[in-house]
């Protein structure tokens, strides 16, 4: 009401109007709007500002899935115009708050906050909020809020928007900003909006509006790895419709990309069998050069290339996998699609098993382990993937060639400590996730025990190896090459000169000789 004052109070709610105005703020947060039409689809809410304004708010139901069309009318009651908003202060903010409601908001990636401006997203992540700076971006395209598997966003209908976050990771709004405006005496002015409040899933974020789907973000700063993870994503979504599970899904997937990495593993199997057998050869420059470390290192490297055996070679197509790995782990992490998926329901009593591919497979609750210290409720369910993921990687060490014959009891130790260390940082993660590994360690040790590398064999010729220099290493020996040219060049020209004075000096001996010689055969 006009003269009224805005009370100091939080005041969120999904769809909150604030205005600009002081005698308004967000005052009609905390009023009743009264129903003026209702149907199927739609309906519309009014509160009247005796003497000021009469302020609607309509709500549609969208055909597009999960999309409602809002529109927010102003008609002003006043006998003058009025004039909301001043210069670059926004007439008033339709907003979201406080936060999305879902029980595994806080799954895979924190939420952040996108907005999308001159066709490029800002993310900014709620955790990074602070209450005494807004973020603001003018002539927003829409602004939008992504948890782990929901968006809600909103995208003006109408020109000159601007989006607003602010707040802190516990209390914050988002929304979008109608820019200043005038209204005359009984007009009305209507502003549109969309909004989309729905799955993090392409399909449907594509319906909403085109530029949507850009929410999805496996990477934030790695594109290619981004893009990587949505072909896994866009293979896995094509497996569950030739089979419609995705636990099966997940399966075919690892299956595929294993025959894909096959023949970096086949590489990698190789190199390590020929560092096995060039043990013996090792271990004798080792006790030969025992006492000179930087001897051995050399003879050692010596040998690797007289018998064509390159050390990392055992180990790069393993750094080569690692993106699949990662890319794989994000997208299983955080794909909308495996939330509430089932994989086997196996049932023990009122407890199913592997409901639920987003989280932990869970086959019995165990309440006596909530009581364990230090522990908390790591281990308040019997989760049964990463206890078998533990065995099959055990199974896997067993069967892989080392490139040492006899393991040190350093090495043994963190061999025997790293299956149990990975399935207790595994334990509470997604059953999708453990699901892939599992699978790749099996799939691992049939690819050891059925499909070996093959006869390997050592070369026993010394392989010429061209070695790059620096350029500046190049350039000081060209340097030394023309200073010895130009050496020898002067001394062949001395070598030369003298060896002609000679000559003269014989010749004009020989010379004096004759000339004697005829005189005295005159006498």
């Avoid at 449907?204 to 530029?211: K, P, T, V």
């Avoid at 497979?361 to 009581?371: A, E, K, S």
Wanted: hydrophobic share 45%; charged share 25%.
């Amino acid at each position: 009401e006009p003269g009224s004052v805005v009370r100091e109070a939080d005041v969120e709610f999904p769809m909150g109007l604030r205005f600009t105005e002081p005698k308004i703020g967000d005052e009609l947060n905390r009023r009743r709007f009264d129903v003026v039409s209702a149907d199927s689809r739609s309906v519309v809410f009014s509160l009247t500002l005796p003497g000021v304004a009469e302020i609607r708010k309509s709500f549609r139901v969208s055909d597009s899935a999960y999309v409602l069309e809002t529109a927010v009318e102003y008609t002003n009651l006043e006998p003058e115009p009025r004039v909301l908003g001043i210069d670059r202060t926004p007439a008033f903010y339709l907003t979201w708050a406080p936060d999305v409601a879902s029980e595994d908001k806080l799954m895979g990636i924190r939420p952040s906050v996108v907005w999308r401006q001159e066709g490029k997203n800002t993310i900014l992540q709620t955790s990074k909020m602070r209450p005494d700076t807004p973020h603001t971006a003018f002539d927003a395209e829409w602004i939008a809020l992504k948890t782990a598997y929901f968006v809600v966003a909103f995208k003006p209908e109408f020109a000159g928007a601007q989006s607003i976050a602010q707040g802190d990771q516990y209390h914050y709004e988002f929304g979008l900003a109608v820019p200043r405006t005038e209204v005359k005496p009984e007009e009305t002015a209507r502003f549109a909006f969309r909004l989309y409040a729905g799955p993090s899933q392409k399909d449907y974020l594509a319906a909403a509006w085109d530029s949507l789907p850009s929410t999805i973000r496996f990477f934030q700063s790695v594109d290619w790895m981004d893009k990587f993870a949505k072909l896994l994503l866009a293979l896995l979504n094509a497996f569950y419709r030739v089979i419609p599970n995705y636990g099966i899904a997940i399966i075919l997937l690892t299956v595929l990309v294993r025959l894909a990495m096959y023949p970096l593993t086949l590489k990698s199997m190789k190199s390590m069998k020929r560092m096995q057998m060039l043990v013996p050869e090792v271990e004798a420059l080792k006790s030969r050069y025992k006492d000179d470390p930087q001897e051995l290192q050399k003879k050692t490297m010596e040998l690797y290339r007289e018998r064509g055996v390159n050390p990392l070679g055992g180990c790069l197509p393993m750094i080569l996998q690692m993106p699949v790995f990662f890319a794989l782990y994000r997208m299983l992490w955080c794909s909308y699609e495996l939330r509430g998926a089932p994989f086997i329901l196996l049932r023990f009593g009122d407890y199913a098993w592997i409901r639920d591919l987003s989280q932990p497979d869970r086959l019995l609750p165990l309440p006596f382990m909530q009581y364990v210290p230090f522990l908390g409720n790591t281990f308040d369910y019997l989760n049964v993937l990463p206890i078998l993921m533990a065995v099959a990687m055990v199974l896997s060490q067993k069967l892989t060639p080392t490139s040492t014959a006899m393991p040190n009891d350093q090495q043994r130790l963190m061999m025997n400590i790293m299956p149990i260390f990975f399935a207790f940082i595994c334990y509470k993660m997604a059953a999708g996730l453990n699901l892939y590994i599992l699978t790749s360690t099996v799939l691992g040790i049939v690819q050891n025990k059925w499909m070996p590398a093959g006869k390997v064999e050592l070369e026993n010729k010394p392989k010429s190896v061209r070695k790059k220099r620096h350029f500046y290493a190049a350039a000081q020996e060209r340097k030394r090459r023309l200073a010895k040219e130009a050496k020898e060049s002067g001394q062949s020209k001395k070598l030369a000169a003298n060896t002609e004075k000679i000559l003269n000096e014989m010749n004009e001996v020989i010379s004096n000789l004759r000339t004697q010689k005829d005189v005295d055969e005159n006498i």
